[in-house]
């Protein structure tokens, strides 16, 4: 099979992007058998070599941040890297959804975290990144992650933090994982992550993933553009600077993608909507519904007997409101690519220049992302890639974070099993021809 992989990489290409299944692609090997690839005929990498992947998250690391903050090592990093200049995150943009979708190639509606917290009325349990009994509990995600892919066909993988790792999902974990626990220092992952890297070949592990979290809380509590951030990714900087110099020690060759889930918007002067203001007086009306409020948009649930009166009055109170769209269900816009999953509710409000919270919660911090990226491209993130798979002067403008799935399954050999969003044409450019 891995032979037959290294011999037509068209035939691999179409598979990655296909979203059809193992046994499908065989029988289309034959088909294309006599095409040309687009990749072209040499390989990124010796057959007789194991491709690794190691996977970076800077949370909150803004599309910009290194321009604006001038990070020593990261700057010197993207300069000779394959470089997406702007990764677009999926709606809505914040860490769980978005961290889900990097490693799915699926929009959260497919994957099913579709927000950092929400209520699943399939298994009638609420989901919060902060409750370790939701997140650990595989019923919560669809898809396959790419530590299951790689357990599927036999290959080792390790996380250092990554949503969605604690649980079972498509039947695996990664190979050696840990509890979420903000507390640990960076170094100390990084430790374990060279440590993983320097196992014996058998119990090496082939995709690694390591997640950071200092600069999206730094942007939460001052801003995208403030003293802390600045400071807080040039600390990040130096840490990544050695790891990186780390793996470069190793005795073979590293895959190394830097990215990020979401940027940052400065929101200290946006003004607040509050969803139980909504409804002026009537409070009946208003006990009919909960929402889950994230700023940028809120989850809502209607309660009532007759939800579809009670909808269109909502609809109406909202119509009345600065700032702020409602949509049910049904006709959430398109382009959100936000739908058919029971878990997002009856309806969503959405702002582009509000902060939507309740009266009732903690005051709103000054940095915030969930914002959708075509109305604010601060929202955008990173992606820089080094390594034997890489052409290191290649660059695309702008690309939906769905597609680093199929690209990262491709460099790891892995044949993708289940349908996907994302598509392997999209991020090619960025291989080695
Ligand atoms: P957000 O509210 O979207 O800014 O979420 C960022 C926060 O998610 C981080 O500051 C962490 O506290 C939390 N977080 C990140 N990864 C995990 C994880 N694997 N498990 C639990 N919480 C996490
Ligand atoms: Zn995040
Ligand atoms: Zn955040």
Known sequence: M???????????????????????VFLSHNIMADETSSLGSNQPHNVNDKPYVLLISIDGYRHDYNKVHQPKFLNNFA??????????????TVTFPNHLTLVTGLYPSNHGIVANRFYNPTLGRHYALSDHDAVTDGRFYTGVPLWSLAAQQGMKSATYFWPGSEAEIAGFRPTYWKRYDGRVANETRVEQVIEWLKLPETQRPQFVTLYFSDVDSAGHHHGPLSQQTHDAVNY???????????????????NIIITSDHGMAQVADFERIYTDKLFADDEALKS??????????SLVRAHGNNKDQDLIALEKLVAATDGLAFYRKE?????????????IGDAILVTHD?????SDAKPGVKGKHGYYAEVMPEMNAILFAQGPA?????????AKNIHLYPLIAYILHLPITEPIDGKIEVLSPLLKP
């Open 331 to 343: 006709s959430i816009p398109k382009h959100l690519e936000y739908d058919f999953n029971p878990a």
């Open 390 to 398: 890489f052409n290191q002067q290649a660059s695309i403008a702008q």
């Open 2 to 24: 891995r032979q037959w992989l290294a011999s037509n990489s068209l035939a691999r290409l179409k598979q990655l992007s296909s979203s059809i299944t193992i046994a499908l």
């Open 236 to 254: 990040i900087d130096k840490v990544i600077a050695s790891l990186i110099e780390q793996v470069n020690a190793l005795p073979y060759a590293v």
């Open 288 to 297: 009919r519904f909960s929402f889950i409020n994230d700023a940028a948009f």
């Open 79 to 92: 300069s000779n890297a394959a470089t997406i200049t702007q990764l677009t995150p999926s709606f809505p």
């Open 354 to 358: 509000h902060y939507i919270t309740s």
